[in-house]
């Protein structure tokens, strides 16, 4: 790609990875990126690393700025392999570097790779001075790991969160300004919903800090997808309303069938929902997968769950989907159940139980009907449906 720069002096020298299309269940249609940065100063940073896989390409794309073996620092903001695991064969060139992490950083550093790196620990404020550049350190327990970190270049004002402000997109650009905005934004939802959303209260602190500590980027550079430039507040805003739980009257209807009851009683509740003029997403799990379903969810108001009864309780996708979504929290969400059943019921119960455990806002009542649904049922779930909309809109 020639040499892609960010600032004089620093260089994009990561990996497209076109071919990726799962990231631990998270579904990656458009592939990702693996960004890694180089600073050249008096002092020479290489911030982050790639996956191992891509080790040989990441020592070529140095190679082509300067000689590895001229690496002083290499900061590891975050120790998840698609970032560290190309630091042991790196570190086999730039044999003088020091490992710069946060404590939990060279903990995790230790247990993965072992303890023949050279590594200093800093703490928020901290400062390593690279000539004319001074880098800035602040720490980010869990967002999303426990070891992760900031790296922001004061001078240049750009701001390396790691995972933060990121997009699985695979693209032959770099900057947000030379891509689709309307794909941009949609990937970083889907980043965003199905990464980061439990960590929602952690995310809006975090940015107010960074705030306090006069941190003002003009470029985010993060460690997947492209690099904001043209608008990093575009980003910021986003996770700021993202992570307060700020949804627009949409209702999402995730659901699976058997032998097409619960298909029936899926669509007479969103004519429902639609006959209040409230948007409505319809979502059968076995036509669709659990990523494009939390992400339809993020900016919704409302979430409707239906299942048929299988052995008593709910169908293993619907299973399969609140487990997901129970552990990811969605905040400020009205969920409400019904489904199917044959000679007894359960799975309307079952869904109900869990999401309240989980500490969900519940709508007391859900429907259930037995075997086929029927006119007067399928009324009752169109007036379900127009009842959750009422709701919302109020």
């Known amino acids: 790609m020639g040499t892609i720069t960010l600032a004089e002096g620093i ?4 990996i497209v990875d076109w071919n990726l299309r799962d990231f631990h269940g998270y579904v990656t249609r458009r592939g990702t990126t693996y960004n890694a ?11 982050d690393t790639v996956k191992h896989t891509f080790s040989n390409e990441l020592l070529h794309n140095i ?32 044999k003088n570097a020091t490992i710069i992490a946060s404590e939990r950083g060279k903990e995790a550093i230790t247990e993965h790779y072992g303890n023949e790196f050279r590594i200093k620990t800093v703490k928020t404020g901290d400062e390593l001075k690279l000539g004319k ?27 390396m969160p790691n995972d933060a402000f990121g997009q699985h997109l695979a693209s032959a650009q770099r900057f947000d300004d030379e891509v689709d905005a309307h794909v941009l934004m949609e990937e970083a939802a889907t980043y965003y919903a199905n990464i980061l959303m439990p960590l929602a209260p952690l995310i809006t602190r975090k940015i ?19 690099i904001w430039r043209a608008n990093p507040s575009k980003i910021i805003q ?9 949804a627009k009257q949409k209702v999402v209807i995730v659901y699976d069938t058997m032998w097409g009851s619960t298909d029936k009683m ?15 997403k319809v979502l059968k799990m076995r036509a669709s997968d659990l990523t494009e379903a939390i992400t339809e969810i993020l900016d919704a108001k409302a979430v409707i769950v239906g299942s048929p009864t299988l052995n008593n309780q709910m169908f293993p996708t619907i299973s399969a989907f609140l487990t997901y979504a129970t552990g990811l929290k969605p905040k ?5 159940f019904f489904g199917s059943y044959g000679w007894g019921g359960g799975a309307v119960k079952s869904m109900t139980e869990t999401a309240r455990k989980s500490g969900f806002q519940v709508e007391e009542a859900g429907i259930e009907v037995k075997y086929v649904p029927d006119a007067e049922d399928l009324q009752k779930c169109f007036g379900f449906g127009k009842q959750i909309a009422a709701k919302i809109k109020a």
């Open 332 to 336: 400020g969400k009205l969920w409400a």
């Open 266 to 280: 899926a669509r007479a509740i969103a004519e429902g929902v639609a006959s209040e003029a409230v948007e409505v």
């Open 37 to 47: 940065y180089l600073i050249q100063d008096e002092k020479t940073a290489l911030i």
């Open 208 to 226: 107010q800090e960074v705030v306090q500590m006069g941190i003002a980027p003009a470029v985010i550079a993060p460690s997947h997808g492209v």
């Open 11 to 14: 260089s994009w020298v990561g």
């Open 133 to 159: 550049r001074t880098l800035r350190f602040v720490e980010a327990p869990m967002l999303h790991w426990p070891d992760s970190m900031f790296t922001y270049i004061v001078e240049d004002k750009i701001l």
């Open 63 to 94: 190679c082509a700025i300067t000689d590895p073996a001229k690496i002083d620092y290499i900061i590891i903001n975050h120790v998840e392999m698609d970032h560290s695991s190309a630091l042991p064969t790196i570190a086999q060139y730039a």
């Open 238 to 246: 986003a996770y700021l309303n993202w992570s307060s739980g700020v």
